[in-house]
């Protein structure tokens, strides 16, 4: 059996903007970070659109940085807390960096090709729009107005017992057992910006939000 790999490998072409879909939540802030050559690192700030794809635009990098053919490492971090590193979920495998490999490709005008778009592209279905991080701690979820907290994915080894709340350490919105990959369906509505709380984590739980 093959081992799973940590980072997904994808190939670019250079001169272009790189388009993420890796089943992000629409509008969603982040950091990007490129690791290239020699641990030189550039991070910057975006937000995804409303299809919840992340734009790395090269006009926001150093000139002529994806007109070099190089194999540059992708991390995010979560743009509302820079310690949460952000996961990529890829038909269904769940890779904490991509390996992009920056060629040239010889492409014929009018070729519309989405050559510099990294997906999984054994399936047409779309990824179940998610944030996905690992924690060893609790942690906070920021809501906008009108925002439904769909369900909250918890998965660690170890059964424990969560508070989900509206104050801190609270238990307003649910409090249950869990054991590995239980899926805790909320459907919360928040009719105006709040902070939900999320208590009892225990070290390496890797959790999948989605709202919506």
């Known amino acids: ?29 982040f950091y990007y970070i490129l690791l290239l050559r020699n641990n030189h690192r550039i991070q910057r700030s975006a937000t995804t659109n409303l299809e919840g794809e992340l734009v790395i635009d090269q006009d926001d990098l150093p000139p002529g940085l994806f007109a070099i053919e190089q194999v540059v490492g992708i991390e995010l971090r979560d743009g ?12 269904g495998e769940i890779y904490g960096c991509i390996l992009a490999d920056i060629q040239r490709i010889n492409v014929a005008p009018g070729d519309t090709s989405e050559l510099n778009v ?11 729009a998610a944030l996905i991080f690992m924690t060893d701690t609790n942690f906070q979820i920021q809501q906008s107005a009108n925002d439904v907290l769909e369900y909250i994915s918890l998965s660690n080894a170890n059964p424990f017992t969560v508070k989900i709340g509206t104050t801190l350490g609270g238990n307003e919105i649910t409090e249950q057992y869990v054991t590995d990959g239980n899926v805790i369906s909320l459907l ?19 959790v999948k939000i989605k709202k919506s």
């Not at 509302?80 to 038909?91: A, D, P, S, T, V």
């Not at 990294?118 to 179940?128: L, R």
């Open 1 to 29: 059996m093959a081992c799973k790999k940590e980072c997904f490998e994808a190939t670019v072409n250079v001169c272009s903007d790189i388009t993420i879909r890796a089943g992000f939540l629409a509008n969603y802030p």
């Open 188 to 206: 919360y509505h928040s009719p105006a910006a709040e902070t939900i709380y999320v208590s009892g984590i225990p070290a390496n739980t890797l």
């Open 118 to 128: 990294i997906q999984f592209v054994d399936s047409n279905t779309p990824e179940n």
């Open 80 to 91: 509302n807390n820079y310690l949460q590193k952000i996961f990529f979920q890829f038909g």
